[in-house]
């Protein structure tokens, strides 16, 4: 970012093409960056495709509040300003209409994630259960191994943005991940046809056990 001098005015301020509070000639406030509205049950993805979607823009710290407004005379603040909006505006593009009237009001757009955020993530236990149980009752049924996979391991991608590994430099982490990738093979076995019950059953001879992408190569051949 250009320093201002002294002598100069907020109107002769710029700031770079990389900066964060620079915007793209294809940005505009009628943008929609995801593919799916935020309902009332499915904040997790969309928290998830958002964050993607405006980090890819450089501007996720409008939302986690890293991008602090400048203050006083600063002749950032008309930039930060237009960001701050045109962010806004994309939040609001991507909420059902439900939910939009309730947040259009408000002045910065992390005030409006934290909203949302207090507002629905609150129904993650619901999910989590939900998913859990969609897990348990999958079966590859008439479709093909891949597809079966597929949709398996889409639920799993779901269930693990709900969840925060423990941390820690130990060796434990790698025993935990191993026994959490351990029980998605058994999942992954538990709803295949019963003609591969020779093929799971060989792969559960190994030492050690292959990870799900690998049992799933295997499957297939």
């Not at 700031?15 to 904040?43: C, F, M, Q, R, W």
Request: charged share 20%; aromatic share 10%; proline share 5%.
């Amino acid at each position: 970012m250009e320093e201002a001098t002294p002598n100069q005015t907020p109107k002769e301020f710029s700031v770079s093409p990389s900066d964060t509070l620079s915007l793209h000639p294809s940005d505009h406030p009628g943008l929609i960056l995801v593919a799916k509205l935020l309902e009332d049950d499915n904040y997790g993805q969309w928290s998830r495709s958002m964050k993607i979607a405006l980090s890819a823009k450089n501007k996720l710290g409008f939302i986690d509040g890293t991008i602090k407004m400048p203050t006083g005379e600063d002749p950032r603040l008309p930039f930060w300003t237009r960001c701050n909006h045109m962010v806004l505006s994309w939040i609001l593009n991507s909420v059902h209409v439900n939910i939009s009237g309730s947040v259009i009001y408000a002045e910065t757009a992390v005030d409006v994630w934290n909203d949302l955020h207090d507002r629905f993530s609150q129904g993650n236990d619901t999910r989590i259960y939900q998913i859990r149980q969609e897990i348990s009752e999958l079966r590859q049924g008439s479709e093909l191994v891949s597809i079966y996979y597929t949709k398996l391991k889409a639920l799993w991608d779901e269930l693990s943005s709900y969840c925060t590994p423990p941390r820690c430099t130990c060796g434990g982490m790698k025993h935990f991940f191993d026994e959490l990738e351990k029980e998605k093979v058994m999942q992954f076995f538990m709803g295949l046809n019963d003609s591969f019950a020779a093929v799971h059953g060989s792969i559960l001879m190994m030492n050690p056990l292959p990870d799900t992408r690998k049992t799933h190569a295997l499957v297939l051949q």
